[in-house]
């Protein structure tokens, strides 16, 4: 008997959600901003439904990028530190102890 991974099974489990959730929804409204400028009374604010909508799609791959990005530097800065101090302590180990020098009085 073929046993499924963990993995496979996720992605098992994601493919019959999409395609069931494609057979339930009849129609699917990209913009939640939009589709509250068109529910309006009044025929709704396209344009401020517009600007707000091209805002948040323009500003999550930004936010993204320079979260990792703040992330990866940090986690390099937390090594570099850590390799200065391995090699500070190995350093300090290393170097023998010079013999007490006798001063003539």
């Given at each position: 008997?073929?046993?499924?991974?963990?993995?496979?099974?996720?992605?098992?489990?994601?493919?019959?959600?999409?395609?069931?959730?494609?057979?339930?929804?009849?129609?699917?409204?990209?913009?939640?901003s939009c589709k509250q400028a068109l529910a309006d009374s009044k025929g709704?604010?396209?344009?401020?439904?517009?600007?707000?909508?091209?805002?948040?799609?323009?500003?999550?791959?930004?936010?993204?990028?320079?979260?990792?990005?703040?992330?990866?530097?940090?986690?390099?800065?937390?090594?570099?530190?850590?390799?200065?101090?391995?090699?500070?302590?190995?350093?300090?180990?290393?170097?023998?102890?010079?013999?007490?020098?006798?001063?003539?009085?």
């Open positions: 008997m073929y046993r499924l991974r963990s993995a496979q099974r996720v992605l098992f489990v994601f493919a019959v959600a999409v395609l069931v959730t494609s057979m339930v929804v009849d129609e699917a409204l990209g913009c939640p709704g604010n396209m344009i401020a439904g517009y600007f707000w909508s091209i805002l948040f799609m323009m500003s999550m791959p930004f936010t993204l990028l320079g979260g990792f990005s703040g992330y990866m530097y940090l986690l390099v800065r937390r090594a570099r530190n850590q390799a200065n101090k391995a090699a500070a302590s190995s350093a300090s180990v290393e170097q023998p102890v010079d013999e007490l020098e006798t001063v003539d009085v």
